[in-house]
């Protein structure tokens, strides 16, 4: 009782920091994107526009992953006993999909500027949209260092997303940076193809995010690492004589364990039951990640030795 308390406390406070992080970005994203429409309406940046709308796109994929950590964060019902951790991994989809069809708009508008280039229809932007670019690139750097701290703490697939999206926004406004400033140096060209080269970064981390979440919602298993570290905690609790089995699987931003260990076939069922108590309690306390560990005694078999298989 007393550790399923605490991961309530921990999955709360979990939920409460993802929401810090996401309420401060739609404020910070709503400033910026009004920064940048202005400048570029002033100054006559349509790369500074365009970085506008990317910044609203932020703005929405911000909502979603709200839903996703609230959905998450649900306590387990009749219809669903396991809980509702995957809903964040169906937001880091959503998210990967958005920020992939950022990446692709980005670079579309890149190649048709290119091609239109030699017609020299392109305008040369004024200062202001180069101060935008880089109160944008400051800003959204300091906003995705700051997500991907918090998600990486919490575990979160889609505050990780939301973080990487700041990235393409950042990534974005080099972009138009380097395309404002090479337009008021005479190479416009320089703007649609930064925004090419940024738009195979965007789609970098797009599937990078598609692929975790999808990771999560196969019952993928955890790292070989942490299952060895898990195999050394079970070993060295006292009444272990060996391990039979370990499986783990990844649910969302939480890991689910089996383990059969094997105990001295003397031990009565009380004797036996304590130390599967010993070894459950072991691992939820060693790993804050999983969510339920189940225990299963086995008999020892004589030549038992330190493990006995995983």
Request: glycine share 8%; charged share 25%.
């Amino acid at each position: 009782m007393r550790f399923g308390k605490t991961r309530e406390k921990n999955e709360n406070r979990d939920t409460a920091a993802a929401m810090r992080v996401s309420v401060l970005s739609i404020f910070i994203n709503i400033a910026l994107s009004l920064l940048k429409l202005l400048a570029g309406v002033i100054a006559k940046s349509g790369a500074m526009i365009s970085d506008a709308v990317h910044s609203v796109s932020d703005v929405l994929s911000t909502f979603v992953v709200i839903a996703g950590v609230r959905l998450a964060g649900k306590k387990p019902d009749n219809e669903h006993p396991y809980g509702h951790e995957r809903m964040e991994c169906v937001a880091a989809v959503v998210l990967a999909v958005v920020l992939a069809a950022t990446g692709v708009g980005i670079g579309i508008s890149g190649v048709q500027k290119i091609a239109s280039s030699g017609s020299g229809s392109l305008e040369v932007p004024g200062v202001l949209a180069l101060v935008a670019a880089i109160v944008s690139i400051v800003v959204k750097e300091l906003m995705y260092q700051y997500t991907r701290r918090t998600a990486k703490k919490i575990r979160s697939g889609a505050l990780m997303a939301d973080a990487w999206h700041h990235r393409s926004d950042a990534l974005s406004s080099v972009g138009s940076l380097v395309g404002v400033l090479g337009a008021r140096l005479g190479f416009p060209v320089l703007d649609p193809l930064a925004s090419v080269i940024i738009c195979m970064f965007i789609e970098k981390a797009a599937v990078d995010i598609f692929r975790d979440a999808i990771d999560k919602m196969v019952d993928k298993s955890c790292p070989e690492e942490t299952v060895e570290s898990m195999k050394a905690v079970i070993t060295q609790t006292d009444g272990v004589l060996g391990i039979d089995e370990i499986k783990t699987r990844l649910f969302g931003s939480k890991v689910y364990a089996e383990v059969e260990i094997a105990v001295d076939a003397e031990k009565t069922i009380v004797e036996a039951h304590d130390i599967a108590e010993r070894v459950h309690s072991e691992i939820e306390t060693n790993f804050p990640e999983v969510k339920h560990c189940m225990v299963h005694v086995n008999p020892a078999k004589a030549d038992t030795g330190a493990e006995s298989g995983c």
